[in-house]
Nanobody, 128 residues
Framework: QVQLVESGGGLVQAGGSTRLACSAP????????MGWFRQTPGKEREFVVS????????YYADSVKGRFTISRDNAKNTVYLEMNNLKAEDTAVYYC?????????????????????WGQGTQVTVSA
């Protein structure tokens, strides 16, 4: 069982910023495309952003483009999600996920089914 651990989030005012982090075992992290998804009650988990193994390729959902930034530190086995100009509709539980890929993989990986490993989720609540 591979454990991904998210941290960060909490209560943020609209227009504010916060940063999420997700760490994974090195044997998995360095070989994986990493993704962030989010979910609200009664809705399906939705794609937010993904980043390739070397960090050179990223894909964003249109709803967060220009406001969120994903990055990774392979030396620390951690992926980050910087969230700026937050809106009420960003309120959700945010999950990080890992999919082991070949080094040259640059596919979007935006489907829940793409990912084998998931974190427990961290709540982000944006107050108006």
């Amino acid at each position: 069982q591979v454990q991904l651990v998210e941290s960060g989030g909490g209560l943020v005012q609209a227009g504010g910023s916060t940063r999420l982090a997700c760490s994974a075992p090195g044997r998995v992290f360095t070989r994986s495309t990493m993704g962030w998804f989010r979910q609200t009650p009664g809705k399906e988990r939705e794609f937010v952003v993904s980043i390739s193994r070397n960090g050179g390729t990223t894909y964003y959902a249109d709803s967060v483009k220009g406001r969120f930034t994903i990055s990774r530190d392979n030396a620390k086995n951690t992926v980050y999600l910087e969230m700026n100009n937050l809106k009420a509709e960003d309120t959700a539980v945010y999950y990080c996920a890992a999919k082991q890929t070949i080094l040259t993989d640059v596919q979007r990986r935006s489907e829940v089914s793409d990912y084998a490993h998931w974190g427990q989720g961290t709540q982000v609540t944006v107050s108006a």
